[in-house]
């Protein structure tokens, strides 16, 4: 399990791959499945990766924390109240570094989601194409059966019309 996660997902390729050829729709619906799970790992890889940045960041913030807590005056007394000891740990650089590390990784997991969700839509939109010309066809078919029952009935009924003007043009001798 831990290769799947680690198979580096390619991404261009993998946006490029949404849009598909109606006219090949075939092997659209072949390549969904694997699409999809590329996708699903890309997002997987990627809620790992924030989940390690939230954890680094979060390290980040303690420890910077407890520097700013040990400092003491010479009398042994705290320099900074817990408000001002918060406004320092934002401001410390490794946190800072750390911060937008994190806030990317939310605007990647979102971006991520996106793309799991357009892959489970283009999964849908590709099974309404696959139905809509299983219809059309079936519709075809039909319109050829019933064509063809039509033409059937109406060789029959001349058949029974060139019996009948037969019959009625003996009739006619018989007179």
Known sequence: MRQLLDKKVDVPQLIDQLEFDPDDL??????????YLEASRLNTQVMLYRERMEARHAEAR???GLKFRKRKDDAGRKVHTEGAIDALVTLDPDVMVLRRKLDKAYAYESLTKSLVITYSQRGHVLKMIGD?????????????KNNMAANKFMK???RVRDRYDTLDG?????D
């Open 132 to 144: 809509s010309r299983n219809a059309e066809i079936n519709s075809q078919v039909r319109s050829v």
């Open 156 to 158: 029959h009924a001349r």
């Open 26 to 35: 075939e092997s659209a619906e072949l390549h969904q499945p694997g699409l």
């Open 170 to 174: 003996h009739d006619k001798d018989d």
């Open 62 to 64: 303690a420890n910077a």
